[in-house]
């Protein structure tokens, strides 16, 4: 790395120039590279401060912000109602006041209980010690984020079933006007177990709120509800038969979204189901939609049943072929098929290691082992002393018995199986015919259920301090966001004003997600790594001078041996053309007058040699004969 910036911050550039002597210069050159990177330097500097300042942006508007209505603060020591001291700043809180018609609204601002009922009942199917619905609810503020003046209803006991009621203004009948039902729910504790969901209890004539238990029969189900990991936010509504009067669940589907932080993040969250004559609902959480679906598809099981089932009287026959291939029956196993070799053999070419123990076991009685003092033969058996390893295996390469490892025995094939081929018999998979569905009926207005003249609340909670607030059921959209603006979005309002930096927020989130810090340490490191690589103050091209580079100086000792190597070389050429020039000779003699005139010449000029009179000496017809 450090090699790959040295190249992008400097350029050796040679000089078309050279000295006396000859020798060249090198120039370092900064000016090429300076401008361009403290471009981009300041160009990634004003990418992340935009970014930081859009997010800044962001944040404020989500706190100042509460859709369809307006909060009135005020910033007046003199209230006489005193701000909590997890508010930062004093807010004057007044009781939501409905603006359309409603059925029913619940703020508990009066600490009072007077219009819900405590159930008295006990549970069926349960353990007479649990069975009492005997979990207390009290009437208190918030634990965190307090609004001075608002209260709610809070479930206090562990481990208890809870159950608590109370009638609407007027029934809701389902015909031609929109359901909206909302609430507010905060987990003050954080959920394992429990549900914080309500149920809007049937119109029944018997109706009694002392007596409401888990089967009192509800048109609505309707909140969210959370055990082991399994978040969930229910929407339950009973249909009836209209055939047979028979009552079923439907449960709509499932929110694509992650409802976890909901339940974990120890927040007020707003719960909104809207529900319309056209049969279609739409389920919101924080205002903010999460789900929507019609009552007649997006619902299990579904409302209407198939108008065709299968023939329960209707059985496959024994001769109806449902394979897609056979054994090819053609097929025969080669003779040299062995079925019964073995797919492991040992190793033929394995050699005992020298010094191999036979004679020694690989494990032996402890002997410093000692039966204990309240061992019982009788009871327990004889006592024998724990094996430990032979210390005498040690240093050995092994005790015992040697045998040669296995290996795979390259004979082997397992056991033969004729190949597949199509099945000219094949008739598919075999299915029951269809037939009318005796139970068939099309109901296309689900949305008309039974009317319902109460709401309640039956839990089971593993953990206490579930607050509930600001209940409102309607058949006017914007009564319902109204009187959220005024309840909801004020507790919005100050949890915001309270939440920890911008920094302690991201340390919160790196101890749940420790892989978090890798994040962070890239993001903020690799600008300010770039800024420093590239925007350091750097000296000038002033600064900077010519410097020659001397030529290359070899030691005389390596002079003289690359001058010896030199004529060794030279020789060696010489003798190399002196034999080619004789080949060459003797081939032209040769091919001019034959062997036998050929090797005459070679004796003469032999004879010559020993006269030590060269070739060179000859006369020119002689050397040509």
């Not at 603060?73 to 005193?82: C, F, I, V, W, Y």
């Not at 608002?150 to 359901?179: C, E, Q, T």
């Not at 190793?347 to 019982?376: M, R, Y």
């Amino acid at each position: 790395m450090a090699d790959a910036a040295l190249l992008l911050r400097v350029k050796l550039l040679r000089c078309s120039s050279r000295t006396a002597g000859g020798a060249p210069f090198v120039v370092i050159q900064l000016e090429e590279m300076k401008l361009r990177w403290c471009w981009t330097c300041l160009l990634l500097l004003s990418i992340s401060m935009v970014t930081w300042a859009q997010e800044e942006e962001l944040d404020d508007e989500e706190e100042a912000q509460v859709e369809d209505g307006d909060v009135d603060m005020e910033t007046d020591s003199g209230e006489s109602t005193e701000a909590d001291a997890n508010v930062s700043f004093q807010v004057t809180y007044k009781t939501p006041v409905p603006t359309g018609e409603v059925y029913f609204t619940a703020t508990f601002d009066d600490e009072s209980l007077n219009s819900w009922q405590v159930s008295k009942t006990m549970k069926e199917d349960a353990d007479e010690d649990i069975a009492k619905y005997d979990g207390k609810w009290e009437v208190e503020p918030l634990k965190e984020n307090k609004v001075p003046g608002d209260l709610g209803l809070v479930l206090k006991s562990r481990a208890k079933h809870h159950a608590i009621a109370a009638l609407l203004n007027k029934p809701f009948v389902f015909k031609d006007k929109p359901l909206i039902v909302q609430y507010e729910v905060n987990f003050q504790s954080g959920i394992d177990c429990g549900g914080a969901y309500i149920k809007l209890l049937s119109g029944a004539e018997d109706l009694d709120l002392e007596q409401f238990h888990d089967r009192t029969p509800y048109s609505i189900m309707f909140g969210p509800d959370k055990c082991g990991e399994d978040y969930k936010l229910h929407f339950i509504f009973r249909h009836k038969n209209p055939l047979n009067g028979d009552v079923e669940e439907k449960h709509a589907k499932r929110p694509d979204v992650d409802l976890k932080k909901t339940y974990t993040d120890k927040k007020t969250h707003l719960y909104t189901l809207v529900l319309n004559p056209d049969n279609s609902y739409e389920v919101f959480i924080d205002q903010s939609s999460i789900s929507r679906g019609s009552l007649l598809t997006d619902v299990v099981p579904p409302v209407n049943p198939p108008k065709e089932i299968d023939d329960p009287k209707d059985s496959k026959p024994e001769d109806w072929d449902e394979r897609a291939k056979i054994p090819d029956p053609e097929a025969v196993k080669p003779e040299d098929w062995d079925e019964d070799a073995p797919a492991k053999v040992a190793d033929p070419d394995a050699v005992k290691p020298d010094g191999w123990l036979d004679d020694e076991p690989e494990f032996v009685s402890d002997p410093t082992a000692e039966k204990p003092d309240d061992w019982d033969e009788e009871m327990d058996g004889e006592w024998e002393a724990p094996q430990v390893p032979n210390p005498a295996c040690s240093a050995a390469p092994g005790c015992g018995e040697w045998k040669p490892p296995m290996i795979n025995n390259p004979q082997y094939k397992g056991k033969w199986k004729a190949s597949l081929i199509d099945n000219p018999n094949y008739q598919g998979v075999w299915s029951p015919r269809k037939i009318a569905n005796p139970d068939y009926f099309e109901d296309l207005h689900p949305f008309r259920m039974e009317s319902f003249r109460a709401v309640g609340l039956e839990l089971w909670s593993m953990t206490s301090d579930i607050y509930f607030d600001n209940f409102i059921i309607t058949s006017e959209k914007e009564v319902a966001d109204r009187w959220a603006a005024d309840s909801w979005g004020l507790k919005k309002l100050v949890a915001s004003a309270n939440e920890p930096g911008v920094l302690s927020q991201l340390a919160l989130a790196a101890e749940e997600r420790p892989w978090l810090w890798v994040v962070y340490i890239l993001t903020v490191g690799l600008p300010v790594g770039l800024a420093v690589l590239f925007c350091w103050p750097k000296k000038s091209d002033d600064d900077y001078v010519y410097k020659k580079i001397d030529q290359p100086k070899a030691e005389p000792e390596e002079v003289a041996e690359e001058e010896e190597r030199r004529k060794k070389r030279r020789r060696r050429k010489g003798k190399m053309r002196k034999k080619l020039k004789q080949r060459k000779l003797l081939k032209i003699l040769v091919m001019r007058m034959g062997w036998t005139r050929t090797m005459e010449k070679m004796e003469e000029i032999l004879r010559r040699r020993r006269r030590k009179r060269p070739v060179s000496q000859m006369t020119r017809p002689q050397r040509m004969k």
